[in-house]
């Protein structure tokens, strides 16, 4: 169980981090993407925020709540699919730079949910 907090909780750090950043650094980012629109980032960015703070709340309930956990896991598996899928389609008029950032996210977050439905596996076994 302890793990599966840690890992929620690196989630949470990493997702606040990452939604300050587009916030933040909007127009540097639209920059790297080579695009003037600052407002994708910024709403990106915003939910980043709302969803990091979802996570550590999830990450500080003790015990844990296996279906809140499960919300988390379900949520970065979209975020996955949404990312890859744009990585694939490249629907957007964006830089290359800006595609391997949105897949080399995609990654990390992959891992995550990977590592959270591990926890979780761990935690139904406990019980």
Do not use: C, H
Not at 6 to 35: Q, R, Y
Not at 90 to 118: N, T
């Amino acid at each position: 169980m302890r793990t599966l907090k840690n890992v929620m909780l690196i989630n949470a750090i990493s997702s606040g981090a990452t939604g300050l950043g587009l916030v933040i650094f909007s127009d540097f980012i639209a920059w790297l993407f080579e695009t003037r629109a600052t407002m994708p980032f910024i709403e990106v960015g915003l939910f980043l925020l709302v969803f990091a703070t979802l996570v550590f709340s999830v990450s500080r309930r003790n015990p844990l709540n296996a279906n809140l956990v499960r919300l988390v896991i379900v949520l970065d598996v979209l975020w996955v699919v949404g990312s890859f899928a744009i990585v694939l389609f490249q629907p957007f008029a964006i830089s290359v730079v800006g595609y391997v950032a949105i897949g080399a996210v995609a990654l990390w977050v992959a891992a995550m949910a990977y590592l959270q439905s591990a926890g979780l596996k761990q935690l139904s076994a406990i019980k």
